[in-house]
C-alpha cells in the first residue's frame, strides 16, 4: 500500500509573537516544528505501513527551510520526502495549498497508484481544517475527517472511527481514502537515526 502524508511546517506555539501593528504572526526568529495533528496523521502512516506494508512518502509545500520537516518524517520512518517550494506559494490560502497539493499526488498517481492519504484535521497556525477535505474533493477520494481510530485497513477498504460533538461513529469506505486526524489517534514515536 502506498500512503501518502501531507506535513505543514508551523511555528512552535509556545514561541510564537503577533505582530502588533498588522495583528499577524511574527514567524521571523521563531523555530518550526511539524504541525502536531500532521505528526499523528505520520505516526498513524507509519504504523499502518508496518502493519500492513507499503511505503510512506511526505509531502509539504513551502520554503527551502521546510525540508527539516521532511527530514524529521524521514527519521520517523518515512520512505520519501517531497518539497514543493516556489516563490508563487508564499502566503497561499487553504484553497491554494489544497491545489498544489492535489497536483502533487496526481503527479505520483502518474506513476504509482496511492491508496490512503493522511492529513492532521487542521494546521495550528490556521485552524481552518480546509486543506485535507479540498485535497479529497479534487481526488475524488472518500475523506473521512475528525478520525480518532483506524479499526481495520485491507487493500479495499478501511473502517474508522471519527470523532463527532456528540459522540463516535464508525465508517467503513472504499480506498482510495483520505483521512484528517486528530491528536488522540495515537501516541507518537521517537525519531532514529538512519545507519
Given at each position: 500500500m502506498h500512503f501518502v502524508v501531507c506535513l505543514k511546517q508551523v511555528?512552535?506555539?509556545?514561541?510564537v509573537?503577533?505582530?502588533p501593528e498588522t495583528n499577524t504572526l511574527m514567524r521571523e526568529g521563531v523555530p518550526s516544528i511539524i504541525n502536531p495533528y500532521d505528526a499523528h496523521?505520520?505516526?498513524?502512516?507509519?504504523?499502518?505501513?508496518?502493519?500492513v506494508g507499503g511505503k510512506v512518502t511526505v509531502i509539504t509545500m513551502g520554503p527551502d527551510q521546510a525540508k527539516e520537516a521532511l527530514r524529521k518524517a524521514m527519521s520517523f520512518g518515512a520512505d520519501r520526502a517531497i518539497l514543493l517550494s516556489d516563490r508563487a506559494f508564499a502566503g497561499a490560502d487553504s484553497l491554494a495549498t489544497a491545489y498544489v497539493l492535489t497536483r502533487a499526488i496526481q503527479k505520483i498517481m502518474e506513476t504509482e497508484p496511492v491508496d490512503l492519504v493522511l492529513a492532521g484535521k487542521e494546521a495550528i497556525d490556521g485552524d481552518t481544517a480546509q486543506t485535507g477535505p479540498g485535497i479529497a474533493s479534487r481526488l475524488s477520494f472518500t475523506q473521512l475527517t475528525?478520525?480518532?481510530k483506524v479499526a481495520s485497513l485491507d487493500k479495499d477498504s478501511i473502517t474508522v472511527h471519527r470523532k463527532l460533538e456528540t459522540g463516535r461513529e464508525v465508517v467503513q469506505a472504499k480506498l482510495p481514502?483520505?483521512?484528517?486526524?486528530e491528536k488522540e489517534l495515537n501516541a507518537i514515536r521517537y525519531a532514529t537515526l538512519p545507519n
Open positions: 511555528p512552535d506555539s509556545s514561541e509573537r503577533i505582530d496523521a505520520l505516526e498513524e502512516a507509519i504504523r499502518l505501513k508496518e502493519k475528525y478520525v480518532i481514502a483520505l483521512l484528517t486526524v
